[in-house]
């Protein structure tokens, strides 16, 4: 009987804390940053282990791939209304991720003469851009993103004085376009590119 309590709570909790989530500009900033920073230190761990070395992996100089935050992004703005189901946040997130992963990496190439990453060595892979590995990553991350992260970091957020969020929030906003536009004129190479 107690169990079936705390479950019909547990549920409430979530019901209240999903419906309150109102997921405005600032909040997409900051998760954008929470994501992109995840993904830089995500890939550059992958290499620490891999290569035994630490590297930047973007094309930017800063602690951040966009890559990982616009993705993110798109994922929450797009699912976070199936929370409650989770199995089509997975597949949908999948198909969404290995389709943004295969273009970006067609556009650097095309744009930069360079391949930041490749599967070539992967089984099921798409020019070295995409495989299925990945794809199933993504749809795991997809999952947990707008199922489990991002309502517990809404929470945190909401803490946060509204004046902090958007000093901290612009703050990075500025850092983070001064970055960009030096990234575009001095690219970082990050270990692993291949040159066309």
Not at 34 to 59: A, H, M, P, Q, T
Request: charged share 15%.
């Amino acid at each position: 009987m107690k169990t079936n309590a705390v479950k019909a709570k547990i549920e409430q909790i979530k019901e209240r804390n999903y419906s309150r989530m109102k997921v405005d500009f600032l909040y997409c900033v900051w998760l954008f940053f929470l994501l992109s920073i995840f993904g830089w230190l995500w890939e550059g761990f992958l290499y620490l282990f891999k290569d035994d070395i630490y590297v930047n992996r973007g094309f930017m100089n800063g602690p951040w791939l966009p890559i990982y935050g616009m993705g993110g992004i798109m994922l929450e703005l797009l699912f976070h209304k199936w929370r409650d189901r989770p199995f089509m946040i997975f597949v949908s997130s999948m198909l969404l991720c290995t389709v943004l992963e295969y273009l970006a990496g067609w556009y650097l190439e095309l744009t930069w003469g360079v391949k930041w990453w490749d599967y070539s060595d992967m089984p099921w892979n798409l020019h070295g851009r995409i495989c299925v590995f990945s794809s199933l990553l993504f749809g795991v991350g997809g999952m947990l993103l707008v199922w489990v992260i991002s309502p517990l970091f809404y929470l945190l957020y909401r803490k946060i004085p509204v004046k902090i969020r958007v000093l901290l929030g612009l703050s990075a906003i500025v850092v983070f376009a001064a970055d960009a536009a030096y990234s575009a004129m001095v690219p970082h190479a990050g270990a692993g590119i291949t040159y066309r």
